[in-house]
């Protein structure tokens, strides 16, 4: 699962990095604390130019009777886009990549009643390219004049060491499967599925992060600061090698 994550660079940050030719006017405030149902950065391509653009996070499918469905969609599991009414449409035509600068997973630690929160970023402080889903929504009673666009991050099994916090991950895309991920011709769902799978155990690093992420209300860059390791038992809670 990927359900908070950190995106701080600007627009013209993410369009350089993945060398977009279009980024929004107007930019939305960075973010260290980006929840469910936020507006969020997406990269894709669409009349054969690459675009940053700004999407709501929660999949709403083009048939559905209310935005509200987006709620429950910000996640989509990679085993089941090509089958799940919810993903199929955008799995086939509406491919993206959501940019962002790290991501949250939280775990129990034995003890504590509060989940202790991890932040997770690439080993080489690069910005992280999750694979994606985009949707375009119009409703159906009318009251709405402009088309809702949203977006989901997709979801896998864990490497080792994301297993040490959660039973899912984001899937990352590697900079030589950008385009064809982001190709909206190119069709081919089975040779698309091959790109989800979990990230290489070298990619990532891990630290523990105050638990002041756990409120969606927080927000500034001292949120991704790190604190020392939880203590269980007298002892420092081991999650495998966190990273440099």
Same mark, same amino acid.
């Given at each position: 699962m990927c359900g908070r994550y950190v995106s701080s660079s600007t627009p013209d940050e993410i369009a350089q990095y993945f060398d977009a030719d279009e980024q929004p006017e107007q930019a939305l405030e960075p973010s260290w604390n980006v929840a469910p149902t936020d507006d969020v950065y997406v990269v894709l391509e669409e009349d054969g130019v690459r675009k940053v653009a700004e999407h709501h996070w929660g999949l709403v499918p083009f048939w559905a009777k209310s935005p509200a469905i987006g709620s429950k969609m910000i996640n989509a599991?990679?085993? /089941?886009?090509?089958?799940?009414?919810?993903?199929?449409?955008?799995?086939?035509?509406?491919?993206?990549?959501? +940019?962002? *600068? =790290?991501?949250?997973?939280? #775990?129990? /630690?034995?003890?504590?009643? /509060?989940?202790? +929160?991890?932040?997770?970023?690439?080993?080489?402080?690069?910005? %992280?390219?999750?694979?994606?889903?985009?949707?375009?929504?119009?409703?159906? *009673? =009318?009251?709405?004049?402009?088309?809702?666009?949203?977006? #989901?991050?997709?979801?896998?099994? +864990? $490497?080792?060491?994301?297993?040490?916090?959660? *039973?899912?991950?984001? /899937?990352?895309?590697?900079? $030589?499967?950008?385009?064809?991920? %982001?190709? +909206?011709? $190119?069709?081919?769902?089975?040779?698309?599925?091959?790109?989800?799978?979990?990230?290489p155990d070298d990619v990532l690093q891990l630290r523990p992060v105050s638990t002041e992420v756990n409120n969606v209300r927080n927000q500034g860059p001292h949120l991704i600061d790190p604190v020392e390791p939880p203590a269980v038992q007298g002892t420092l809670l081991d999650l495998g090698d966190p990273g440099a």
């Open positions: 599991r990679a085993d /089941v886009l090509a089958e799940k009414g919810a993903f199929k449409d955008s799995f086939a035509r509406k491919r993206c990549i959501v +940019p962002a *600068d =790290g991501f949250y997973e939280r #775990t129990h /630690v034995p003890g504590q009643k /509060v989940k202790q +929160p991890y932040l997770i970023t690439r080993r080489t402080g690069e910005p %992280l390219a999750f694979a994606g889903l985009w949707a375009s929504w119009r409703s159906p *009673d =009318g009251d709405r004049t402009e088309r809702l666009r949203s977006a #989901t991050i997709i979801t896998t099994t +864990p $490497n080792e060491l994301m297993a040490s916090l959660h *039973d899912r991950m984001p /899937v990352l895309l590697p900079a $030589n499967a950008w385009q064809e991920w %982001l190709d +909206p011709d $190119n069709t081919d769902i089975d040779d698309l599925a091959r790109l989800l799978v979990p990230a």
